[in-house]
């Protein structure tokens, strides 16, 4: 198994944010990650990174524990409001990131030229000179190095393009078809549903439903039925 | 492996934040001219006019050493040590294969070769300003000199952890005021204690020996005491400052 969480409960003080939450991901799977504004999309996030420290509950990420070391080296992550380091250029920091991952692995220049070139970053811009979009296409980008069993992706839609949420679409559907795991948080239910191959809806922090996308089709008429009613109550 | 990539990439914002060129140019700037000064002021006692020797020379070089450090570990520590661990940039860091270990001793290395740097311009100021002699037959203890200088680097690399760990907890303006704070306050306590209140002294004793530096520097390299004590001491919180660090890094900020 690439993750399993068993009865997560994140507190913050004396409110719970994430309460007895329990799935799993296998290889080659991809799971949508879906909840209105504070359902507890991002502290479940963390609570699987190793960024905050869970209540109580189990979590195994890549045959470790949250925020081990060995979980780090088979992971690509890009948070929602990731900042690449800006003195460097797109091909300075991919490549950073690309040895840090492997470093006795001498020909990382391919996978970083090939990712410069799908993103079409400008390899030689400084980053401090590069929009917002072109930022978040390096954070995108750093995610996929490394070659990672698990990819995590925060709201990874904010600031890009609409021709390249097309673009990202298909090589989430190749990394997907390579056997690699994806975790995907959105609020863009269209996108889940293309992308996806399963659905997990949190609810004030509780797990509301988790269903591959065929039985909510089968089920629900689709998943924004399945959210409008599962969330809304409708 | 992962240790020297992390280095290599402290160095490159080294030279790109323009820190090394700055230390450069000022360093040497402060040393130069301030050797210049000094080699130039002529004493007058009783009617015998007199100038600042070699052996003056370095004593004022190592205080001037003593500013130029605790200038750029605040430097260092205050903005350029967090800058992977704060804000946004601390996600895609956190979630690197790295052992958190690695980040405070990397740190501390690119910090040294800074210092080392330091000592180096003090080292060629004096010997442009006083000559080759004054350096290859020296009127002053090697011994003394390196003891002063590796006091110095201590208390230098115990401040970049102070500095650093107060940056990425109360941000970077009320680090300077609480620095500052302490600073005084430690230079007046090690002051008054000289003159008393030791009911006190037991805590101060433990404290960083930040008061005492001006004094250990003197001792040293006037009167060839060896400050063991706080040389120890030093390391300790050197130490502690370490392993501070490490733990402040355990979740992003």
Known sequence: MILEVKNLEVRYGLKKAVEGVSFSIGPGESVGLLGANGAGKSSTLKALLGMLEPSQGHIQILGGRPGSFSSFEKLGFAPEEGEPPDYLTGREYLSFVSRIKKPLKTDFALAVDELLSWFELDPKKPIRECSKGMKRRITLAQAFLGEPDLVVLDEPLNGLDPLMIIKLRTRLIEQRNKGTALLYSSHILSEVEKCCSRAIILKEGNLVLDSSLESIQEEYGGIENAFAKKVGGS | ?253
């Open chain 2, 1 to 253: 492996m992962r240790f020297w990539i992390l280095l290599k990439e402290s160095f490159r914002y080294i030279v790109r934040s323009r820190l090394l060129f700055l230390l450069l140019v000022f360093s040497f700037l402060l040393h130069y001219v301030g050797l210049s000064f000094v080699r130039q002021a002529t004493f007058s006692v009783q009617g015998i006019v007199s100038t600042v020797g070699p052996r003056e020379g370095m004593f004022v070089s190592i205080y001037l050493s003593l500013f130029m450090g605790l200038f750029l570990s605040a430097i260092y520590g205050v903005w350029m040590v967090p800058y992977f661990h704060q804000g946004e940039r601390s996600l895609l860091t956190f979630v690197l294969p790295v052992s958190k270990w690695l980040y405070p001793f990397v740190y501390a290395l690119s910090f040294l070769i800074l210092i080392l740097l330091e000592y180096g311009i003090l080292l060629g100021s004096f010997a442009w300003v006083f000559g080759k002699e004054a350096v290859l037959a020296p009127r002053f203890s090697w011994g003394a000199l390196g003891i002063c200088l590796l006091i110095e680097t201590l208390a230098f690399e115990f401040l970049l952890f102070f500095f650093g760990i107060l940056s990425m907890s109360v941000g970077q303006m009320m680090t300077l005021f609480i620095a500052a704070g302490s600073f005084i306050a430690l230079q007046v306590a090690g002051t008054l204690f000289r003159f008393g209140f030791e009911r006190y002294s037991e805590i101060y004793r433990m404290l960083p020996p930040l008061g005492e530096l001006i004094f250990n520097i003197k001792q040293t390299f006037s009167q060839g005491i060896f400050p063991a004590g706080h040389l120890g001491l030093w390391l300790v919180w050197f130490i502690l400052g370490i392993l501070s660090f490490r733990f402040s890094l355990r979740y992003p900020r």
